[in-house]
């Protein structure tokens, strides 16, 4: 799965979105911002998946490298990798 956490952890800051008490969780604009703030950690996200593509495939086969770590939601996010759509 992706980082839920990270997500959440995201949203939690941007209190606008989620609580009604907040002064500003009526201001559109406000709250335009904030998930603006939500969606770069997605940007994130997605920007380490692609490192970690981009790492996995520059590893020629044979190399003796050592095992090669993937990234922990490779899985879930392979949907971004144009080849698999």
């Known amino acids: 799965m992706i ?3 990270v997500l959440i952890n995201e949203v939690e800051k941007e209190e606008s979105l989620w609580n ?3 002064k500003n969780y009526m201001d559109k604009h406000y ?3 904030a998930w603006i ?4 950690a997605w940007k994130n996200i997605r920007d380490n998946f ?3 593509i981009k790492q996995n495939n ?3 086969s044979g190399s ?3 095992s090669i770590r993937n990234y922990a939601y490779a899985d879930v ?3 971004l990798q144009p080849d698999n759509r």
């Open 20 to 22: 009604i008490n907040s």
């Open 37 to 40: 703030n939500v969606a770069s």
């Open 50 to 52: 692609a490192r970690d």
């Open 64 to 66: 003796g490298a050592n």
């Open 3 to 5: 980082d839920i956490d």
């Open 31 to 33: 709250k335009t911002k």
């Open 77 to 79: 996010l392979s949907f």
């Open 58 to 60: 520059s590893t020629p």
